[in-house]
C-alpha cells in the first residue's frame, strides 16, 4: 500500500480552506503511487469540520475528538499522525504549507525516517514520484526526488485548486493513544480577529505599499478592501515602515496569497513581493511610476496617483455593489 495521507488544519471548528488543495495535492500523488486518499482532523469539537471534510473525495477520514488535541502542540500531533501513517498505510504525509504544517511536519517526517520537500507545487510521475518546489523568491523551480520509502510534504496551497465536492466518504474515529505531554504546554494562542476574511483565504486582496507613505493612509486600502469584501495585505516595505501590521506581510518573507483578484496598490513589485501574490487570477496595479516592476505581472495597470484614484474607484463601487 502506498496510500496518502493529508492532516486537516481547522479553526474554531471549522475546516481552513488550506486543506482542500491539500487534498487535491494529495490525490495527484495517489495516481502516481496507486494509493488512496487519507484525512486525518485531530481536535476537539471537530464534527463540523469532519462532515466538511469528508465531501471532497477522500477513501476515510479518521478523526480524533479529543480534549489532548484541543489546542495545537505538535508534541502531541505527532504521534498521532505516525500512527494513523503507519495505521493506513501512508507512506506520503502532507499538510498545506502553513505555519502549523512548517512546524508540524519536520518532526513527522523525523518520525517517520521520511525525506521531505517543502513547499511543493507540483507532484507528478517520472521514473517514479517526483516533486517540484520554488527556490530564491521563485526565480528557481527545483525539481527534487525523495529517496526513502516514507515521504513527506508540505503543499504550496496557492498552485492547486480545491477538489469538487461530492458524496461525502465513511469517516471514522481514530484511536490515536496520545496522552497529555508535559514536555511542551499550551499557553496562550493570540488571534488576530477580523471581520474580514484571513488574507490566505480571500478572494480579493487589496495590499499597500511604502508609497502610502503612512499608516493612517493605509485607511484608504482598508475602505476599498472592505467594499469588495476582501482582506487586507502589504508591502514587507510598508510593515517595516510601521504602517502596517506583520501579520499582513505578503511576499517570500510574508504570506502568500493567490485571491481571484490583487490590488497592489504603491507597490513597486519587488520579486521578492512577487514571490507571494504573482499567482494571483487578476492582478491590478497602480503606480505612479510606469516603469515600476509591478506591472509586468498585472492584468491591469494604473499610472496614477493611489490617493486620488483609490479613493474614488472606492465611491464608484460603493454605487454599483
Ligand atoms: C530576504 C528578503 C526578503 C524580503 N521579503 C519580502 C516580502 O516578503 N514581501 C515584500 O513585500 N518585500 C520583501 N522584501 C523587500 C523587497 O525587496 C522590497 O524592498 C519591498 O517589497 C518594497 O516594498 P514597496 O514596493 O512597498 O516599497 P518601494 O519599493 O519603496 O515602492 C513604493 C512604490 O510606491 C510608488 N508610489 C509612491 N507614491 C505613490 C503614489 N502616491 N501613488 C501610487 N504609487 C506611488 C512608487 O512609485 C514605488 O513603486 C524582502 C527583501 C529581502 C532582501
Not at 517520472?126 to 513527506?152: E, I, Q
Amino acid at each position: 500500500m502506498a496510500n496518502v495521507l493529508v492532516v486537516a488544519e481547522h479553526l474554531d471548528g471549522k475546516l481552513r480552506k488550506v486543506t482542500l488543495p491539500t487534498i487535491t495535492f494529495a490525490q495527484q500523488a495517489a495516481a502516481v503511487t496507486g494509493g488512496q486518499v487519507y484525512v486525518l482532523v485531530l481536535g476537539s469539537g471537530v464534527d463540523a469540520a469532519v462532515e466538511e471534510v469528508s465531501r471532497y473525495g477522500a477513501a476515510k477520514v479518521l478523526y480524533a475528538n479529543s480534549p489532548v488535541f484541543s489546542d495545537y502542540l505538535a508534541e502531541t500531533y505527532t504521534p498521532a499522525i505516525v500512527k494513523a501513517a503507519r495505521e493506513t498505510g501512508s507512506t506520503l504525509v502532507c499538510t498545506p504549507s502553513s505555519t502549523t504544517g512548517k512546524d508540524l511536519l519536520p518532526r513527522v517526517a523525523a518520525k517517520l525516517d521520511a525525506g521531505m520537500v517543502s513547499d511543493a507545487i507540483e507532484v507528478f510521475e517520472s521514473d517514479g514520484l517526483k516533486f517540484r518546489r520554488p527556490l530564491w523568491a521563485g526565480n528557481v523551480v527545483t525539481t527534487v526526488h525523495v529517496t526513502t520509502p516514507n515521504k513527506a510534504v508540505t503543499v504550496r496551497t496557492t498552485d492547486f485548486d480545491a477538489p469538487a465536492e461530492g458524496a461525502a466518504c465513511p469517516v471514522e474515529s481514530f484511536d490515536a493513544g496520545v496522552a497529555p505531554t508535559d514536555t511542551a504546554q499550551f499557553v496562550s494562542f493570540e488571534q488576530v480577529k477580523s471581520e474580514r476574511p484571513e488574507l490566505t483565504d480571500a478572494n480579493v486582496v487589496v495590499a499597500g505599499g511604502r508609497g502610502l507613505k503612512s499608516g493612517e493612509n493605509f485607511q484608504m486600502i482598508m475602505d476599498l478592501a472592505d467594499v469588495l469584501g476582501g482582506a487586507v495585505g502589504a508591502s514587507r516595505a510598508a510593515v517595516d515602515s510601521g504602517y502596517a501590521p506583520n501579520d499582513w506581510q505578503i511576499g517570500q518573507t510574508g504570506k502568500v496569497v493567490a485571491p481571484n483578484l490583487y490590488f497592489a496598490v504603491a507597490i513597486s513589485g519587488a520579486i521578492q513581493h512577487l514571490a507571494g501574490m504573482k499567482g494571483s487570477q487578476t492582478i491590478v496595479a497602480i503606480n505612479t511610476n510606469p516603469e515600476a516592476p509591478i506591472f509586468q505581472v498585472a492584468d491591469y495597470g494604473l499610472v496614477a496617483d493611489a490617493f486620488q484614484v483609490v479613493p474614488e474607484l472606492t465611491q464608484k463601487l460603493k454605487q454599483v455593489l
